[in-house]
């Protein structure tokens, strides 16, 4: 049996501006994210990413189209966004208050205080021993934890986070990679995260759309869209004989000046092999690796900007 549908996203568009001047930022998004995962929505830089989510709890109107969040449509059903928490861009503090004192009055004004759950999430952000200095003095990644802390105030059943991971050193992102996880496999959440870290992505989320120019260009389980997509580190010399005897049988993706990758899987590395020898080309090594979320989502963004 599949997971209730905790987000619904119908026939979904956004355009900004007039005229000549017409911005198509979302087109016609169909999506439906089930409960119980981490689901991420990637995108290049305007892509439509934000917008989507801000559309998502309300905070955009629709130029056309409808979200439903577990059933209910959140325009008309307005109230169905006390189950929802949310960072978008940057979440906003009052910088002169301490960080606990921010999180308290976030609590009363929802009316949901309580100070041993402000404690308990401070500790879970790794924030306990900063929490009485001021946000003013805080860090990028500091504030990204706060903003965490204050969309799980409420004990919502589902987090939208734009770019959750913003402005996290690599030991930042790896314990809030860590606590996502938990909220999703511990403690029955759903997840909707936009990213850009697409290292971050294929290690923390269940399944993921691509979106390019306001259009889902992929969508599926991470391990799903990565299935079949080996490749061959090839390194030769002179390699840009190589590149253009191989270019004749396979599609070439990334290199540099040493080695280049082959979109080929690992049965066809005899034929490599013998392609470059038989140009008298020189083979230091030919191995086969799989392909990671950011070469996909590279080769699929390229694609679908050159139109083909
Ligand atoms: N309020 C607005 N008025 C006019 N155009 C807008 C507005 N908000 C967004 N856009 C445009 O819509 C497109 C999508 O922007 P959006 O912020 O949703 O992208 P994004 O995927 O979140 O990008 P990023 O990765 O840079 O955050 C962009 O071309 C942007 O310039
Ligand atoms: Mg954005």
Not at 28 to 52: E, R
Not at 71 to 78: F, I, M, N
Not at 92 to 98: R, V
Request: glycine content about 8%.
């Amino acid at each position: 049996m599949s997971a209730p549908v905790a987000i619904h996203i119908e026939n979904l568009s956004k355009t900004f501006g007039r005229f000549r001047k017409r911005i198509h930022a979302v087109k016609n998004l169909n999506l439906d994210i089930h409960a119980g995962q981490v689901y991420g929505f990637l995108g290049p830089n305007g892509a439509g990413k934000t917008t989507t989510i801000c559309m998502l709890l309300d905070l955009v109107l629709p130029t056309q189209g409808d979200v439903y969040i577990y059933g209910k449509h959140v325009r008309r059903e307005h109230d169905v966004l006390r189950r929802v928490g949310a960072i978008v861009e940057h979440a906003a503090f009052y910088n002169f208050l301490p960080a606990r004192k921010n999180l308290e009055v976030l609590a009363r004004t929802g009316n949901h205080y309580d100070p041993d759950r402000i404690t308990a999430l401070l500790a879970q952000v790794g924030l306990t021993d900063r929490a009485r200095q001021r946000v003013k003095g805080y860090s990028t990644g500091m504030k990204q934890r706060l903003g965490l802390a204050a969309a799980l105030l409420h004990d919502p059943d589902l987090l939208i986070l734009d770019e959750p991971t913003n402005g996290l050193d690599p030991a930042g992102m790896h314990e809030i990679r860590e606590f996502i996880r938990d909220l999703v496999d511990n403690h029955g959440k759903t997840v909707f995260l936009s990213s850009h870290l697409l290292g971050e992505v294929e290690q923390i989320c269940d399944r993921v759309a691509i979106i390019s120019l306001g259009q889902i260009v992929r969508e599926g389980a991470v391990a799903d869209l990565l299935a079949g997509k080996a490749q061959l580190r090839v390194e030769a010399s002179p390699l840009d004989k190589a590149a253009a005897v191989l270019r004749e049988h396979w599609t070439l993706s990334t290199g540099n000046s040493q080695w280049m990758m082959v979109n080929a899987p690992r049965e066809d590395v005899p034929h490599v092999v013998r392609k470059l020898v038989e140009h008298d080309i020189n083979v230091y090594e030919v191995s086969s690796q799989r392909q990671t979320l950011e070469q996909y989502f590279l080769s699929v963004v390229r694609e679908e900007v050159s139109g083909d």
